[in-house]
């Protein structure tokens, strides 16, 4: 965190700060417009705490992200009582502002959290839901064919996924979680390859999409029998409805963990609090527009991390990969 682990400051420090923000017209105005409310905000306040920022990655998904992020810190600068700056970059950057306490908070995926508990000592507290999730918070990793496909839809992963035995296979890359990881790792534990690694020796062909997009293309244009992709991603944008239905799940992975927000450990307990709290807002009626507009995402839950990101590390050790 970009101020550093002060603890909080006395009463008596705090109206000294408050006296001095009053004693200049701009922090006249902020000392009206957020009015210390008790002591807790008072010593808030007194901590010195300039700006949170806030790390948006990325996502296939969504469009005019700055703008949309740049949103949900006004709502949450009006919530906290400090300004608040949304920074967009990708997953690995968010990761690294968390790490060089260049950032407090961050949207990310379950691997990168894990990256950033190893990292900064970060911990997700917030995961994200979404309409077309099969678990509330958790969704479905699946391998997809095309609807005419000769391979038989099933639960059983010995009998299922071994008809996939010398078809070419694409992946969406080799750091996506339910892209790579965990249809791997199922792979893995059906006894089919023995890490990583090995994925030659079981498949004809393995290529590797880029995103989710481009993976299940390669089935619909002939150039892979399988693809490996999140359930979500048989929707718009990632693809039409059209070419939905030229597809069929051939098997499904479930418990993938959704993203959700992590806050760097540097964040004093109470300011953490009042930033998880102001995120729950996001929830509410008139806020949620904000937050559908960043991911697609309808909620935001409180989670446990060590217990929602332990598929993934399950997963990620059957595989033989690090976080």
Same mark, same amino acid.
């Given at each position: 965190?970009?101020?550093?682990?002060?603890?909080?400051? @006395? !009463?008596?420090?705090?109206?000294?700060?408050?006296?001095?923000?009053?004693?200049?017209?701009?922090?006249?105005?902020?000392?009206?417009? %957020?009015?210390?409310? %008790?002591?807790?905000?008072?010593?808030?306040?007194?901590?010195?705490?300039?700006?949170?920022?806030?790390?948006?990655?990325?996502?296939?998904?969504?469009?005019?992200?700055? %703008?949309?992020?740049?949103?949900?810190?006004?709502? !949450?600068?009006?919530? !906290?009582?400090?300004?608040?700056?949304?920074?967009?970059?990708?997953?690995?950057?968010?990761?690294?502002?968390?790490?060089?306490?260049?950032?407090?908070?961050?949207?990310?995926?379950?691997?990168?959290?894990?990256?950033?508990?190893?990292?900064?000592?970060?911990?997700?507290?917030?995961?994200?839901?979404?309409?077309?999730?099969?678990?509330?918070?958790?969704?479905?990793?699946?391998?997809?064919?095309?609807?005419?496909?000769?391979?038989?839809?099933?639960?059983?992963?010995?009998?299922?996924?071994?008809?996939?035995?010398?078809?070419?296979?694409?992946?969406?890359?080799?750091?996506?979680?339910?892209?790579?990881?965990?249809?791997?790792?199922?792979?893995?534990?059906?006894?089919?390859?023995?890490?990583?690694?090995?994925?030659?020796?079981?498949?004809?062909?393995?290529?590797?999409? @880029?995103?989710?997009?481009?993976?299940?293309?390669?089935?619909?244009?002939?150039?892979?029998?399988?693809?490996?992709?999140?359930?979500?991603?048989?929707?718009?944008?990632?693809?039409?409805?059209?070419?939905?239905?030229?597809?069929?799940?051939?098997?499904?992975?479930?418990?993938?963990?959704?993203?959700?927000?992590?806050?760097?450990?540097?964040?004093?307990?109470?300011?953490?609090?009042?930033?998880?709290?102001?995120?729950?807002?996001?929830?509410?009626?008139?806020?949620?527009?904000?937050?559908?507009?960043?991911?697609?995402?309808?909620?935001?839950?409180?989670?446990?991390?060590?217990?929602?990101?332990?598929?993934?590390?399950?997963?990620?050790?059957?595989?033989?990969?690090?976080?």
């Amino acid at each position: 965190m970009r101020v550093g682990k002060q603890g909080l400051l @006395g !009463l008596g420090a705090a109206c000294l700060a408050v006296t001095a923000m009053a004693s200049s017209p701009l922090g006249a105005i902020k000392a009206i417009a %957020n009015p210390l409310a %008790n002591v807790k905000e008072q010593t808030l306040l007194a901590q010195n705490q300039k700006t949170l920022t806030v790390v948006f990655p990325s996502r296939s998904d969504s469009t005019d992200l700055q %703008n949309k992020a740049n949103a949900v810190a006004a709502f !949450l600068s009006k919530e !906290l009582g400090i300004p608040v700056k949304a920074q967009v970059g990708d997953d690995t950057a968010a990761v690294e502002a968390l790490r060089a306490n260049r950032a407090d908070v961050a949207f990310l995926s379950s691997r990168p959290a894990l990256k950033a508990e190893s990292l900064a000592q970060a911990k997700l507290y917030l995961a994200e839901v979404r309409a077309n999730y099969s678990g509330k918070y958790t969704y479905n990793s699946i391998f997809v064919v095309s609807k005419n496909s000769p391979l038989k839809t099933g639960t059983d992963p010995k009998t299922t996924l071994g008809q996939l035995k010398g078809k070419k296979m694409a992946f969406t890359s080799p750091t996506s979680g339910s892209g790579f990881i965990f249809p791997v790792s199922q792979l893995v534990q059906a006894g089919f390859v023995p890490n990583k690694d090995r994925l030659d020796g079981f498949f004809g062909q393995v290529s590797y999409g @880029g995103n989710y997009s481009k993976a299940l293309q390669a089935v619909l244009r002939g150039q892979a029998e399988v693809a490996a992709v999140s359930e979500y991603a048989l929707f718009p944008p990632y693809i039409t409805a059209q070419e939905k239905n030229q597809l069929r799940v051939l098997y499904k992975i479930p418990n993938v963990p959704a993203h959700g927000v992590a806050i760097d450990d540097d964040v004093p307990a109470p300011l953490r609090g009042k930033i998880i709290n102001a995120m729950l807002k996001l929830n509410q009626p008139q806020n949620n527009q904000l937050l559908r507009g960043l991911y697609n995402s309808t909620e935001l839950v409180k989670i446990d991390h060590n217990t929602h990101l332990a598929p993934v590390r399950n997963a990620l050790k059957v595989v033989g990969m690090e976080p």
